[in-house]
């Protein structure tokens, strides 16, 4: 496959800046995957759209990550993406990278001061902390690149539901529920339930491989609870994953049709057009940007062809695309 297959025109003007004032009145674009049939509906129209027996499964997950802004002692800027930690040494990624080399002192702000430990490639470079317990509450909770509005309000690229902490990036199709919606939903009879999926550098990270194939995957780390994992051996209705990222935790730990193992483990599903689903009878996703990992698995499930003409509809209609932006309903 090549990665220009995984291609359209995405106009700048549609790249929402800011979240709506109310989560759930973003705009929903539903698609049968077998018919190939487009509505235009409203996210709140999940309380009709969804029938009791029905199983959502959301990635609870938190962004814990910061971005890091600070300078070198010859004054030239520098940016880090706190990924993860290890004691004082903290995974970033950074840029510009290349020049970062072991022993070099970065001086943040807020005073941090950080020696360069280890430069990996791929803009991956580690750093040791003078103050490691601070590194977590300076900075700015790091919004995508296409985002260049400030956020008022961080907690509005958080989940109403997140709890676990880990994440370098939202599950951003889980932003448009509202508490008072899922509330109606468990009213209707539609379950509920979690998975963890730290959202790191192997979800954002675009593909610059021609051919999809030769694409990097380097691993997340997902969990699905025994509680989850019962939810779904014992659903009578349609499982319903929110977001690529619940979906590939599902996937990674299928042991059977609609059967996943509890555990937790490291991830290098990479989904692409040709994969047999064993868990996933649906999926609410956000729109995501031409040529990356996430429209290759919207592909794998409703078909390359109705995908790239569901998004062309969109954006013929205006709807708002990627983190901020509206919601696709694939069933």
Not at 185 to 192: D, M, P, S
Not at 283 to 303: E, Q, S, V
Request: aromatic share 6%; charged share 25%; with cysteine.
């Amino acid at each position: 496959m090549k990665l220009s297959d995984f291609d359209y025109s995405l106009p700048e003007e549609l790249i929402a800046q800011v979240p709506l004032e109310s989560r759930d009145q973003a705009r929903m674009l539903w698609r049968n995957r077998r018919t190939g049939e487009i509505e235009h509906l409203a996210f709140s129209d999940l309380t009709e759209i969804l029938l009791p027996g029905d199983l959502l499964v959301m990635n609870d997950t938190r962004v814990t990550a910061r971005r890091l802004i600070g300078q070198k002692r010859s004054g030239a800027k520098v940016e880090a993406l706190v990924l993860s930690r290890k004691g004082s040494i903290f995974t970033t990624l950074a840029k510009p990278a290349k020049k970062m080399l072991p022993g070099m002192e970065v001086l943040f702000v807020e005073g941090l001061t950080a020696i360069v430990v280890e430069n990996h490639s791929e803009g991956l470079v580690d750093f040791e902390f003078d103050e490691p317990e601070r590194v977590l509450e300076s900075g700015s909770i790091p919004l995508p690149p296409y985002i260049r509005t400030t956020l008022a309000d961080e907690s509005r690229y958080q989940t109403v539901y997140g709890g676990q902490g880990g994440s370098a990036a939202s599950p951003t199709a889980g932003l448009h529920f509202t508490i008072g919606l899922l509330e109606k939903l468990r009213q209707r009879g539609v379950q509920t339930a979690h998975v963890t999926l730290d959202v790191g550098i192997d979800t954002f990270r675009p593909m610059a491989s021609e051919n999809v194939e030769d694409h990097p995957i380097h691993g997340e780390m997902c969990e699905v609870p025994e509680e989850t994992a019962d939810a779904v051996a014992c659903c009578k209705g349609r499982i319903f994953a929110v977001g690529t990222t619940s979906v590939r935790t599902l996937e990674s730990l299928a042991n059977g049709t609609r059967r996943v193992e509890p555990g937790r483990r490291l991830t290098s599903l990479f989904i692409t057009p040709g994969y047999e689903f064993k868990v996933v009878d649906g999926m609410l996703t956000n729109f995501h940007l031409p040529r990356t990992t996430m429209l290759c698995m919207l592909a794998a499930f409703a078909g390359r062809e109705q995908v790239i003409t569901a998004y062309e509809q969109a954006v013929a209609a205006k709807y708002r695309f990627l983190s901020f932006g509206d919601s696709m309903l694939i069933v």
